[in-house]
């Protein structure tokens, strides 16, 4: 059982940047590759990027390559997102989520989320 709370969420203007967490509990965090989706209005949740459960290896939809960062830190059971250079198109409600197995863009592979956080970027 993994249990995944998000926070760090916020209002920023274009071009600004904020950190989104991801606090974990469960012994299986650290054995399991992690991954941030996002869900704008009457939109798809869509993937936005994964990190391996040793965090040696991440991978970006193309829209944030560059933009964002995932990092882990298994001491501590936490997932984190940097978002630099913001934009309007960036605002949905963010989630981050345990891979199970299979496509890691498929967020039918992902068996435990969290609640999400807000991120509204402004123009």
């Known amino acids: 059982q993994v249990q995944l709370v998000e926070s760090g969420g916020g209002l920023v203007q274009a071009g600004g940047s904020l950190r989104l967490s991801c606090a974990a509990s469960?012994?299986?965090?650290?054995?399991?590759?992690m991954g941030w989706f996002r869900q704008a209005p009457e939109k798809e949740r869509e993937f936005v990027a994964l990190?391996?459960?040793?965090?040696?290896?991440?991978v970006y939809t193309d829209s944030v390559k560059g933009r964002f960062t995932i990092s882990r830190d298994n001491a501590k059971n936490t997932v984190y997102l940097q978002m630099n250079s913001l934009k309007p198109d960036d605002t949905a409600v963010y989630y981050c989520?345990?891979?199970?197995?299979?496509?890691?863009?498929?967020?039918?592979?992902?068996?435990?989320w969290g609640q999400g956080t807000q991120v509204t970027v402004s123009s």
């Open positions: 990190i391996f459960w040793s965090g040696g290896n991440t």
């Open positions: 989520a345990a891979h199970r197995a299979g496509t890691i863009s498929d967020k039918r592979n992902y068996d435990y």
């Open positions: 469960g012994r299986t965090f650290s054995s399991r590759h």
